[in-house]
């Protein structure tokens, strides 16, 4: 296989664009899909203030890596959720990335607030994923206000949020499809939230941060073993496979054509 | 495993109905599906001409065997398709049936009428399943309106429909959301389409075959090799071997909730 572009060696082959790349151009090529989902679903400018929502994971790495690199103003906000070695190791990862490239980052740390997520998974009778979900939601935007940010922007690449819409889908959940969206614009106190990596798959962005030297945490999260979203995504890389292109044709069609059938609370009559 | 009725031996075990069955109790419960899915969108009655559409294969035999069986007035309708040995067999076992049973049945030639399915293949570009299904709706409402049936019944059953759904859904195509329905009314020329089995799985109508004696062609048709709906099944039935009863809840839910949002042509402004 060689790269689509220079006809070198290609390191990857994207069998859902047809097309393989050596590092450089598809280093362009990823670098070009982030830029077109920024303009496409107009998510911010080079005037707003940004704060990138940072795991320690390589979607969040990445992004942050990458918006940086694009000259964007970033800070990173990273909350500690107080799961035991995990949190540990993911925060070593993200001081690292910090110091290497001198960034800037803002970190909550749930335990010394009192109620790291093995506290609040013992008081709710929910999912853990379910109740640290809403307590990142509510950070991210105490943080983003207290710091006067435009932007809240988050490392959810197209596997996350076709895995998301394909539960909802399964469901039918109606009140969830209409939340839907690569952006959801402000709305009171709630600043703005963008997924910018939305046109990238995991393996994609996988592959970047490999290429990239950017060093994440590889571990998966202790508390999501069981997580529904695992189930939907392999379902979704079977019909992948089969069909290359799937993933990104049912999201982006989603966001394009059916979101807008179920934003209203009442059902149309015909 | 133990038949939830009558304690007894169970000899299936639906997970999604967190319940095993024994022989009798399994007929008892399969015909309720059937009753609750007629009475729940209002297919038929006991004044109707049912028309039923036969191929030789599980779901049509079961579903005609059991609407005769309650006492329905019903005619099978066969189209000989000409598919070589495929199409030979299929005949062999809808006569079969229909001699033992003693039920009318109406057959259709595509051969004898010069357009069997692989003389059309030749002519059209499209996949074969596809001419195949353009052919088949025409005689079915033809026959149907030159007998003056009021009914055309289909065996197609859950997983044929949430497979279908499935695909409609990943293309968001609104055309074809809006016309997924277990009944479609009775429009011009049109005859009113029912789906009797579509609380039913493939596996369900499978065992309901074997248990009560009904022998069907078990070969798939060799014109569908690589036809989109097998990975379409695949993909469902692995979710719902982890969540069990997610393509009856998919299915359902979209027929109570989502397909009236895809009825109307313009999108509906906010």
């Known amino acids: 296989m060689k790269c689509r572009t220079c006809g070198e060696r290609a390191l990857i082959n994207l069998r859902r664009h047809n097309a393989g790349f050596c590092k450089e151009h598809f280093n362009e090529f990823f670098i070009r899909q982030v830029e077109k989902a920024i303009h496409k679903y107009e998510m911010f400018d080079y005037s707003d203030k940004i704060m990138v929502c940072i795991s320690g994971g390589k979607d969040s790495l990445v992004l942050w890596y990458l918006l940086h690199k694009m000259g964007f103003d970033t800070t990173g906000m990273y909350i500690n959720l107080g799961i035991g070695e995990y949190s540990e190791k993911s925060l070593e990862k993200v001081n690292a990335f910090t110091d290497k490239h001198q960034l800037r980052s803002i970190v909550v740390n749930l335990t010394e607030l009192g109620h790291p997520i093995p506290t609040l998974e013992r008081h709710v009778k929910r999912h853990a994923c379910s109740i640290c979900g ?15 940010f435009d932007i809240v922007a988050t490392g959810h690449n197209l596997d996350d949020e076709a895995a998301r819409l394909m ?5 039918w959940d109606e009140a969830y499809l209409a939340k839907m969206s690569p952006v959801l614009p402000a709305e009171n106190q709630i600043k703005k939230k963008v997924k910018p990596l939305i046109r990238l798959t995991e393996l994609e962005v996988g592959a970047y941060a490999f290429m990239n030297g950017i ?17 939907y995504k392999n ?16 999201y982006s069609e989603f966001v394009r ?10 059902k149309r009559k015909i």
């Open 215 to 231: 060093d994440y945490i590889t571990d998966e999260c202790p508390k999501s073993v069981g997580a529904t979203s695992m189930i």
């Open 167 to 171: 539960g909802n889908t399964l469901k």
């Open 235 to 250: 379902a979704l890389n079977m019909m992948e496979t089969e069909m290359p292109g799937t993933k990104h044709y049912f």
């Open 134 to 148: 809403t307590a990142k939601r509510y950070y991210f935007n105490r943080v983003a206000n207290e710091n006067n």
């Open 257 to 266: 054509k059916a979101a807008e059938r179920f934003k209203s609370e009442k």
